[in-house]
């Protein structure tokens, strides 16, 4: 069974620093995508960009280039996410997805960034 | 970015009602298309891919159509589990934007 676990909710301050993640299990990690979506409250899918797994490729979308990092440790099949200083902006739910066509999702992470 | 425009924004329908929604491209996407529905405190879940294929185990009431800039996604037969809202994405060239989605809800 394909399966996308994301790690827990966190609560951070502006400023600081944060990486969450997305554990894939049930099929070969290496071969497909992980894509990174962000919802804000009461708001839309936004695409933020993509991750290759194989090389760690990556393609970020205008709107999140420069703001975040993505990686991923294939020998523990995970895909990470990552702000080096945060705003009250990046409150959202974080979902990573997989393949071209995001056929299976994570539960989605919470971030809320509040002083 | 391609520029991805749904309608109608929310929409009141019954079960049994036939419901249609509508994405539209800035630009021709091919079929690149995909849609999803999302319900309350859920995540998005696959329901048609490359505008037309059913997504395994997705019900048949759902089809999609459409290809270039303009899009459908019909719910033949309108069920209660239905009701959600639900996102058209484009996957033809990065980034893969959404649709501002379409809300669902009983009338």
């Known amino acids: 069974e394909v399966q996308l676990v994301q790690s827990g909710a966190e609560v951070k301050k502006p400023g600081e620093s944060l990486r969450i993640s997305c554990q894939g299990s049930?099929?070969?990690?290496?071969?497909?995508?992980i894509t990174w979506v962000r919802q804000m409250p009461g708001k839309g899918l936004e695409w933020m960009g993509r991750?290759?797994?194989?090389?760690?490729?990556?393609d970020y979308s205008p709107s999140f280039q420069g703001h975040v990092t993505f990686s991923v440790d294939t020998s523990i099949n995970t895909a990470f996410l990552q702000w080096s200083s945060l705003e009250a902006s990046d409150t959202a739910i974080y979902y990573c997805?997989?393949?071209?066509?995001?056929?299976?999702w994570g539960q989605g992470t919470l971030v809320v960034v509040s002083s | 970015d391609i520029q991805m425009t749904q309608s109608p924004s929310s929409l009141s329908a019954s079960v049994g009602d036939r419901v249609t929604i509508t994405c539209r491209a800035s630009?021709?996407?091919?079929?690149?298309l995909n849609w999803y529905q999302q319900k309350p405190g859920k995540a998005p879940k696959l329901l048609i891919y490359?505008?037309?294929i059913l997504q395994s185990g997705v019900p048949s009431r759902f089809s999609g159509s459409g290809s270039g800039t303009d899009f459908t996604l019909t719910i033949s037969s309108l069920q209660a589990e239905d009701f959600a809202t639900y996102y058209c994405?484009?996957?033809?060239?990065?980034?893969?934007?959404f649709g501002g989605g379409t809300k669902v809800e009983i009338k």
């Open positions: 991750i290759d797994p194989r090389d760690s490729h990556v």
């Open positions: 997805a997989r393949q071209r066509s995001l056929d299976f």
């Open positions: 049930g099929y070969s990690f290496t071969n497909s995508w």
């Open positions: 490359t505008a037309s």
């Open positions: 630009q021709s996407i091919g079929s690149y």
């Open positions: 994405q484009q996957s033809y060239s990065t980034p893969h934007t």
